[in-house]
């Protein structure tokens, strides 16, 4: 068996409408909460911890 040997995989199935729209809505809360957290300001204390690295 070879790896590039197309014929012994399997095709994928097309995803059903409702999984489709389950996904499109994961995705749209994943990346809500990542813009929240990118836009979240930093404590004050963890920049002052920061600032002694240097």
């Not at 409702?18 to 300001?41: C, F, H, P």
């Amino acid at each position: 068996m070879r790896s590039g040997d197309e014929s012994s995989k399997k095709p994928r199935a097309a995803k059903p409408a409702k999984v489709q729209s389950k996904d499109r809505d994961m995705g749209a809360a994943l990346r809500t909460v990542y813009q929240k957290t990118v836009d979240e300001a930093i404590p004050r204390e963890m920049l002052d911890l920061l600032g002694k690295l240097d």
